[in-house]
């Protein structure tokens, strides 16, 4: 699996009108997970950031949302952010703009956010546009250090390792809180949020 863990910054101007850090000089970290809501993996995070008084954002699966409601609801009524992921995770680059847009606005029935969150980080220039030309337009995230939760080819430990090698302030983080990441997420998130602690960092949520 191919994938950069930090975003080189070539691929940041390629892409950019899309969000790739914030910037601040600040010791600010943006949290952000995606494909939830998930039952059990939703429910830690929410958990654990709760112990350190971290806001982070939560990039949504519409289905999942339909499917778990009341979990939804928590990640609102704790204070964090949710941005839309479409509604059946979609490959932008394996789907028409037409139905890519229609799929995402199914999914904005359930999310009152204007934060949006491409499956895979895969999105066309056409897309891109279409997205940035409606009523209220979205503000696209990506992100600046991808923790590779996602990647059965690495360990749990690698994973700790790739976030806490890459991340400073500003960067924008991607776990997921979904069964297939759960076990390696379980593992790291907690570590990062008391090493960034310990380091004078706080943990905030994306301001659309």
Same mark, same amino acid.
């Given at each position: ?61 519409? *289905?999942?949302?339909?499917? #778990?409601?009341? &979990? ?9 952010? @949710? %941005? ?25 029935h359930l999310i009152d956010t204007n934060l949006f969150r ?14 940035? *030309?409606?009523?209220?337009? #979205?503000?696209? &995230? ?9 990647? @059965? %080819? ?36 907690p570590k990062i949020l008391a090493h960034f602690t310990e ?10």
């Amino acid at each position: 699996m191919i994938y950069f863990c930090k975003t080189p910054s070539w691929l940041k101007k390629i892409y950019a009108s899309c969000t790739w850090q914030i910037n601040t000089t600040k010791k600010i970290i943006y949290l952000s997970f995606d494909d939830g809501p998930h039952p059990v993996a939703t429910s830690f995070v929410l958990d654990e950031l709760k112990k350190y008084n971290a806001q982070a954002t939560f990039f949504c699966i519409g *289905k999942n949302i339909a499917a #778990f409601p009341d &979990i939804y609801k928590r990640i609102i009524e704790e204070g964090h952010a @949710a %941005g839309n992921h479409t509604f059946n995770h979609l490959n932008g680059w394996k789907t028409n703009t037409q139905l890519y847009m229609e799929n995402i606005m199914q999914a904005q029935h359930l999310i009152d956010t204007n934060l949006f969150r491409p499956p895979y980080g895969k999105i066309t220039f056409k897309q891109i546009s279409a997205l940035l *030309k409606q009523q209220s337009p #979205f503000k696209i &995230i990506m992100w600046s250090v991808l923790s590779g939760d996602f990647d @059965a %080819g690495i360990s749990s430990n690698k994973c700790l390792h790739n976030v806490i090698s890459n991340t400073g302030s500003g960067s924008i983080v991607v776990f997921h809180d979904s069964g297939k990441a759960f076990a390696k997420m379980q593992f790291t998130l907690p570590k990062i949020l008391a090493h960034f602690t310990e380091q004078g960092y706080q943990f905030e949520k994306i301001i659309g």
